[in-house]
């Protein structure tokens, strides 16, 4: 069975649902079940995301494993026979685009339920729209630790499903911590992208890097633009100095530019680079040279966590889609077994009661640390994922000597982090 995709165009038809809801009432009035229809109508989900310029792998590969999720639930039977219907429009990985494309899909499409496949610099713009809406949103691909930890932020109806920044910092910093007191890496220095992500995820990361080796200076900090095409006033600076190590978190064809780029001026010669976003097919497969002293955490690998459950999805996606995986696929397809199986669980459609049955939900997942996934009751956020960091090489499986993070560790610092924002 093939599931339905609509690549909905600006401004979907109002018209349609009113002469759909007309329909409905002359069925009734001939004396016609008219519930007979409502069990068939198809769920319709509005998906904003990038399906275009630099950064479009994001949109493609959400896209993607959305499908393919979303399949196997139509293939056996859906919700009581009605199947997910997903509504796709692209937003050019522009906030305010995304935001008007997500009311649009609610207003206009007749979507029920809003799937937010955007980078953070969007996600918090398609956030603030389900909060106002008051439909539930499943936040895939925004890392941004505020979006789900920031009691201010919270909304019943929204729930994420991607990894979350301040796990990787606690993850990565730890590792990072015991590879600089290994090789006497006192002087770093950082570069990412300028918006909160970017931000947020760095601050963190050297947070937790001091509290793991207290013998850390940041030396200098320097922050391109989201998608910016020239780095090399960036590289210069941090080639002046002069920093033993080095964090970023750019991502994707940011991340490629930057080592596309930096290989020229021979930056990674005597540094060490540490970055959470690295290990991945995008980054891996158009990096021309991956240089040596390069340590990264886990985006999506098909051997971490190394698993037969892992490996066989991976094959799957890639024989369907004649294409690798990436961090936003497992994400996404995580998140529909999340959505699905509350579905399920509540027996109804229905964004209030689907976020009822979600909160605190535990999934079986390939993704998963131990085989599971757990949807946190308290904020809404995915944890138990395999998360890890190791050395990077050029070839498969492209992640060695790798050390995984303990999620007891990553609670508890968690917890204490929270607390001292003001969040717990």
């Not at 439909?135 to 941004?144: D, F, G, M, R």
């Not at 950082?190 to 970017?198: N, V």
């Not at 970023?248 to 930056?267: E, H, K, P, R, V």
């Not at 999506?300 to 966590?305: E, G, H, I, K, V």
Request: aromatic fraction near 10%; glycine fraction near 8%; proline fraction near 4%.
């Amino acid at each position: 069975m093939s599931t339905k995709y609509t690549q909905s165009p600006a401004g979907a038809s109002r018209r349609k649902l009113l002469k759909g809801a007309a329909a409905t009432a002359g069925i009734a009035a001939l004396g016609l079940p008219a519930i007979s229809l409502a069990q068939n109508k198809p769920i319709r989900i509005g998906m904003p995301t990038i399906l275009s310029g630099r950064v479009a792998m994001l949109g493609i590969a959400s896209r993607n494993a959305v499908a393919m999720e979303v399949e196997k639930f139509n293939a056996a039977g859906g919700l009581n026979g009605r199947m997910i219907e997903m509504v796709v429009r692209d937003s050019k990985g522009q906030p305010q685009e995304a935001a008007r494309v997500a009311r649009e899909l609610v207003t206009g499409d007749g979507c029920e339920i809003l799937w937010d496949a955007e980078a953070s610099s969007g996600a918090f713009a398609v956030h603030e729209v389900a909060k106002d809406l008051g439909v539930l949103v499943v936040h895939t691909c925004s890392e941004t630790s505020s979006l789900t930890a920031d009691p201010k932020l919270r909304v019943p109806t929204a729930f994420r499903c991607a990894r979350q920044g301040i796990h990787d910092a606690i993850a990565g910093g730890s590792y990072g911590a015991e590879i600089a007191k290994k090789l006497k890496l006192t002087r770093w220095m950082s570069i990412s992208p300028d918006y909160a992500y970017g931000r947020d995820t760095t601050a963190e990361y050297f947070e937790y890097l001091k509290h793991f080796n207290n013998n850390i200076e940041v030396v200098g900090q320097v922050w391109p633009k989201l998608f910016q095409a020239d780095y090399s006033e960036n590289i210069t600076r941090m080639v002046q100095g002069k920093p033993q190590a080095v964090y970023s978190c750019l991502w994707g064809g940011d991340m490629t530019s930057f080592i596309d780029q930096s290989n020229i001026y021979a930056l990674f010669k005597d540094k060490q680079f540490f970055s959470p976003n690295l290990a991945e097919y995008a980054v891996l497969t158009a990096v021309k040279n991956v240089p040596p002293n390069m340590h990264s955490g886990n985006r999506y690998l098909r051997s971490f966590p190394d698993t037969p459950a892992n490996a066989a999805w991976s094959d799957a996606y890639r024989a369907k889609f004649k294409e690798l995986a990436l961090n936003w696929s497992w994400q996404n397809a995580a998140g529909i077994g999340f959505l699905t199986t509350a579905m399920k669980k509540a027996n109804s459609a229905d964004g209030k009661k689907i976020a009822e049955a979600m909160r605190g939900l535990k999934i079986d997942s390939p993704f998963g640390a131990d085989g599971t996934l757990t949807m946190r009751a308290d904020d809404h956020t995915v944890v138990n994922y395999a998360i890890g960091y190791g050395s990077l090489t050029n070839k498969e499986p492209f992640m060695t000597n790798q050390v995984n993070g303990k999620w007891d560790q990553i609670y508890a610092l968690e917890t204490e982090w929270k607390k001292r924002k003001g969040w717990a």
